[in-house]
């Protein structure tokens, strides 16, 4: 049975929206706005200053990748750089072309890789959730292998590129996740897993996710007390453990009702619920419509993202 942090990913489906090859040279500095989407830089050669809205600026050099769940405001830079040029996100190109910044000629001074992913399926809040503002990974040599495959799947039209693209984009995410669990993450799923207890009992809920959980249960699990395990596990993951896993079966019913491989029954039974009203009526509770109108507003969202 695959880990939670496995599951998360699979439900996601990330792929890369774009990923363009950005150097720099001379004197330089750029502004982009709120992008929303989640984004990622990985340096190749030299360095430069990323400043994110709202945070202390880093210094990137050669091997640190940078992962913005959410994107937003940000300013790239050279030392000593002059006032940025405002720049607009969705403008760049898609095709894997250069994107030089400062002067155009000679060797530049800093290469790095950047783009955005997009996730094909599933709300994507629980991911997000799990991750602080910025992810940054300094001397990262297992991300680095994995950017300079992705700059050279992104840079050429080989037989299965967008295969390749999807598999390393799943691996850079978890590659940054991994490096992201522990305290240094906000309440989440992340964070949980940094706990060696808790990961057991998270572990536990992802593999069996139709059995009828307690907190008792699950203290047991976990070698805690009732009491230590429910207060330890809702500061630590950010919810209560019996609402964490009702969001977690609300994301794979939804995967499954988008699927529609399965009628709502089923659904019910391989969420833990043991009949379909049960199910119905927890499902509108917690997401707003009815399993069979999400089913069809799904498909049709579905169809029509097949045809443009």
């Given at each position: 049975?695959?880990?939670?942090?496995?599951?998360?990913?699979?439900?996601?489906?990330?792929?890369?929206?774009?990923?363009?090859?950005?150097?720099?040279?001379?004197?330089?500095?750029?502004?982009?706005?709120?992008?929303?989407?989640?984004?990622?830089?990985?340096?190749?050669?030299?360095?430069?200053?990323?400043?994110?809205?709202?945070?202390?600026?880093?210094?990137?050099?050669a091997g640190d990748f940078v992962l913005l769940p959410t994107t937003p405001a940000f300013t790239l830079s050279s030392a000593d750089a002059p006032s940025p040029m405002l720049l607009d996100p969705h403008a760049l190109p898609s095709d894997g072309r250069d994107v030089r910044y400062g002067d155009a000629g000679d060797a530049p001074d800093m290469r790095s890789l950047g783009g955005a992913f997009v996730f094909e399926r599933t709300d994507p809040s629980l991911l997000i959730a799990s991750l602080p503002t910025i992810v940054h990974v300094r001397d990262a040599k297992r991300l680095s292998q994995l950017v300079t495959m992705v700059a050279e799947e992104t840079t050429t039209s080989g037989p299965g590129r967008d295969v390749m693209l999807s598999r390393l984009v799943d691996l850079l995410l978890i590659e940054a996740m991994r490096a992201t669990t522990g305290g240094d993450a906000p309440p989440g799923l992340l964070r949980g897993l940094g706990d060696a207890r808790l990961a057991v009992a998270l572990e536990r809920m992802h593999a069996r996710i139709d059995h009828p959980?307690?907190?008792?249960?699950?203290?047991?699990?976990?070698?805690?007390?009732?009491?230590?395990?429910?207060?330890?596990?809702?500061?630590?993951?950010?919810?209560?453990p019996m609402a964490y896993l009702l969001a977690w079966r609300m994301q794979v019913a939804k995967d499954l009702l988008r699927r529609g491989d399965l009628d709502a029954s089923r659904i019910a039974e391989r969420v833990g619920y043991g009949s379909g009203s049960a199910f119905s009526v927890a499902f509108r509770r917690h997401v707003g419509v009815a399993p069979s109108r999400y089913a069809r507003d799904s498909g049709s969202d579905t169809r029509s993202a097949t045809s443009t």
């Amino acid at each position: 049975m695959a880990d939670p942090l496995s599951q998360l990913i699979d439900l996601l489906k990330p792929r890369a929206a774009f990923a363009n090859v950005i150097s720099g040279k001379g004197a330089w500095a750029v502004r982009f706005p709120a992008y929303g989407k989640p984004g990622f830089c990985i340096m190749l050669e030299g360095s430069c200053e990323l400043a994110v809205d709202g945070h202390a600026a880093l210094a990137l050099k050669a091997g640190d990748f940078v992962l913005l769940p959410t994107t937003p405001a940000f300013t790239l830079s050279s030392a000593d750089a002059p006032s940025p040029m405002l720049l607009d996100p969705h403008a760049l190109p898609s095709d894997g072309r250069d994107v030089r910044y400062g002067d155009a000629g000679d060797a530049p001074d800093m290469r790095s890789l950047g783009g955005a992913f997009v996730f094909e399926r599933t709300d994507p809040s629980l991911l997000i959730a799990s991750l602080p503002t910025i992810v940054h990974v300094r001397d990262a040599k297992r991300l680095s292998q994995l950017v300079t495959m992705v700059a050279e799947e992104t840079t050429t039209s080989g037989p299965g590129r967008d295969v390749m693209l999807s598999r390393l984009v799943d691996l850079l995410l978890i590659e940054a996740m991994r490096a992201t669990t522990g305290g240094d993450a906000p309440p989440g799923l992340l964070r949980g897993l940094g706990d060696a207890r808790l990961a057991v009992a998270l572990e536990r809920m992802h593999a069996r996710i139709d059995h009828p959980w307690s907190v008792g249960e699950l203290a047991q699990v976990a070698a805690m007390s009732r009491s230590t395990f429910h207060e330890r596990f809702t500061r630590t993951v950010g919810v209560a453990p019996m609402a964490y896993l009702l969001a977690w079966r609300m994301q794979v019913a939804k995967d499954l009702l988008r699927r529609g491989d399965l009628d709502a029954s089923r659904i019910a039974e391989r969420v833990g619920y043991g009949s379909g009203s049960a199910f119905s009526v927890a499902f509108r509770r917690h997401v707003g419509v009815a399993p069979s109108r999400y089913a069809r507003d799904s498909g049709s969202d579905t169809r029509s993202a097949t045809s443009t």
